[in-house]
């Protein structure tokens, strides 16, 4: 069975500074990784989607994925105070059309 | 194009009544998802729907949940008998070219 784990935090960082979140997986053939940010009371919103081994960059986020390792991370470079949020890392399970989701990084960006 | 719909936003009801919710996706969107989160945790899928038939249900706990989309377009989930473990926002998403797109929640309170 597929899983996602994640650290629950919460991930302090200061503003200004890089904000580093892992996420690791168990199904070695996985292909295709997805980042939602979820505000406090907010539903999660897709951020970042990575398929292919190596960086993919849009703005301030990059998205790592190394196979090989079978994690995937989540850079934001100068970090805001509005990037406190929880970040949720998923992947497509079994079935069609299904995600299968970690429990989540609460990052905190302090001022 | 208009997001995923979701109503209530908010539900207070004491243990043992019944609730429902409801939920109309992206026009075009053939997979439907509802999900529970409770506080801390990922998304929790409950059930999801390929046009109106069920692709997958096997963790919505069938004597208490119930969930319909009759004509593949909205959908409603019911929980009767509540209990308090049922406390948790209640998420519809649907699935388009890249991940999901989720309404805005309910968030259910069992007292």
């Known amino acids: 069975q597929k899983e996602v784990e994640q650290n629950s935090g919460p991930l302090s960082v200061p503003e200004g500074a890089i904000a580093s979140l892992n996420c690791t997986y168990s199904?070695?053939?996985?292909?295709?990784f997805f980042w939602y940010r979820q505000y406090s009371g907010k539903s999660p919103e897709l951020i970042m989607f990575i398929y292919s081994n190596g960086d993919k960059e849009d703005g301030r986020f990059t998205a790592q994925l190394n196979k090989a390792s079978q994690y995937v991370s989540l850079l934001i470079r100068d970090s805001q105070p509005s990037d406190s949020a929880t970040y949720l890392c998923a992947l497509p399970g079994d079935s069609n059309y299904q995600l299968i989701w970690g429990a989540g990084t609460k990052l905190i960006i302090k001022p | 194009e208009a997001g995923v719909a979701q109503s209530p936003r908010y539900k207070i009801i004491e243990k043992r009544q019944s609730v429902a919710f409801w939920c109309n996706p992206i026009?075009?969107?053939?997979?439907l998802y509802w999900y529970q989160q409770i506080l801390g945790q990922g998304p929790k899928l409950l059930i999801q729907?390929?046009?109106?038939?069920?692709?997958?249900d096997s963790q919505l706990p069938k004597d208490r949940f119930s969930a319909e989309r009759l004509k593949g377009v909205d959908s409603t989930l019911k929980i009767q008998p509540a209990k308090l473990e049922d406390s948790a926002v209640y998420l519809c998403?649907?699935?388009?070219?890249?991940?999901?797109?989720f309404g805005s929640g309910t968030r259910l309170t069992v007292v």
């Open positions: 998403a649907s699935s388009g070219v890249v991940g999901y797109t």
């Open positions: 729907f390929q046009n109106n038939g069920v692709v997958d």
């Open positions: 199904d070695r053939g996985s292909q295709s």
């Open positions: 026009s075009g969107h053939a997979t």
